[in-house]
């Protein structure tokens, strides 16, 4: 089972080391913003469909990657390796709507960031680690509520990634346009390592 800092070095090989660190606070905040809203329009009408199963686990593992790359820019850890275990949370309330926590937390760290890049405005970091931490619990319960383990999520992601940018032990980010992107998760879908993940993930149902 993939742990927290083994997931957080699999995002590293997928950064583009280029970027500054302000275009990179921006750009994972916005990332969080996008993915969270792709959350959202599946669990809107969502039904135990094996294409939106994987559509859900596919976004959850993209908003976690966003969430990582955040944290490790603001270095932020988690209070444990062992947040992506299933038995990590055992607070599930199912009278919490976490997806509505979920947009709530990640529109307060996109507020904050505004003012931190846009405006430069103080922040308080811890204002802003209680809201990363409170964004990942309601990323692990929201995955819970629907069955899916996170630390799946995490994996299905990294696999799709290491795909995507053809990585492999000594090669780390490099561009890859849209076309050819969309094209390589394509390919990813008939590979052995997408199969397995998606029989592991789908017998949790």
């Not at 603001?74 to 926590?101: C, H, K, T, W």
């Amino acid at each position: 089972m993939i742990s927290y800092r083994e997931f957080e070095l699999q995002c590293l090989r997928t950064k583009d080391q280029n970027l500054s660190k302000h275009d990179c606070i921006l750009n994972w905040t916005l990332g969080l913003v996008g993915e969270v809203n792709e959350i959202f329009e599946i669990v809107l009408n969502f039904e135990y469909k094996e294409n939106i199963i994987m559509n859900l686990v596919k976004e959850i593992g993209d908003t976690l990657w966003y969430l990582t790359m955040f944290n490790y820019e603001l270095g932020f850890a988690p209070e444990s390796e062992q947040v992506l275990n299933p038995n990590y949370y055992n607070d599930y309330n199912f009278r919490i709507n976490y997806m509505a926590s979920l947009q709530i937390n990640v529109g307060k760290i996109a507020e904050l960031i505004k003012h931190y890049t846009m405006h430069r405005e103080n922040i308080n970091f811890l204002d802003l680690l209680n809201l990363t931490k409170e964004t990942l619990e309601n990323l692990f319960y929201l995955s819970k509520q629907y069955r899916i383990p996170l630390h799946l999520c995490a994996e299905l992601n990294v696999q799709k990634l290491n795909h995507r940018f053809s990585l492999n032990n000594e090669v780390s980010f490099k561009e890859v346009n849209q076309v050819d992107r969309r094209l390589k998760d394509n390919d990813f879908k008939e590979t052995k390592i997408y199969k397995d993940l998606k029989t592991k993930i789908l017998k949790t149902k």
